[in-house]
């Protein structure tokens, strides 16, 4: 199984820009799907982006579509999450998740512990 844990979150003005990273341990790593999900406080758990074991196929959700870029690099076991333009709905704690590529959170059977993206004057 794989671990995973987030790094990256911060406080940063609309507009700004942010790369969080989720760095995993475990043997099935490469050939392992990643997403990335967010929760605000007070509500549900949103799909933010995924991308499956080799790049070739990545989703986004359509409220960060041409603002975040996911990437991942196999051999340094990592998955980025290149935020830019950030706005104030952005604000969430940010969740990496290893599993079957999809846009379901139920599909993924390894979490991390989160990162906390804050966007704010």
């Known amino acids: 199984q794989v671990q995973l844990v987030e790094s990256g979150g911060d406080l940063v003005q609309p507009g700004g820009s942010l790369r969080l990273s989720c760095a995993a341990s475990?043997?099935?790593?490469?050939?392992?799907?990643v997403g990335w999900f967010r929760q605000a406080p007070g509500k549900e758990r949103e799909f933010v982006a995924a991308?499956?074991?080799?790049?070739?196929?990545?989703y986004y959700s359509d409220s960060v579509k041409g603002r975040f870029i996911i990437s991942r690099d196999n051999v340094r076991r990592t998955v980025n999450l290149e935020m830019n333009s950030l706005k104030q709905e952005d604000t969430a704690l940010y969740y990496c998740?290893?599993?079957?590529?999809?846009?379901?959170?139920?599909?993924?059977?390894?979490w991390g512990q989160g990162t906390q993206v804050t966007v704010s004057l």
């Open positions: 998740a290893a599993g079957i590529f999809s846009k379901r959170a139920h599909t993924y059977n390894s």
């Open positions: 475990g043997s099935d790593f490469s050939t392992t799907a």
């Open positions: 991308i499956n074991y080799n790049s070739h196929y990545i």
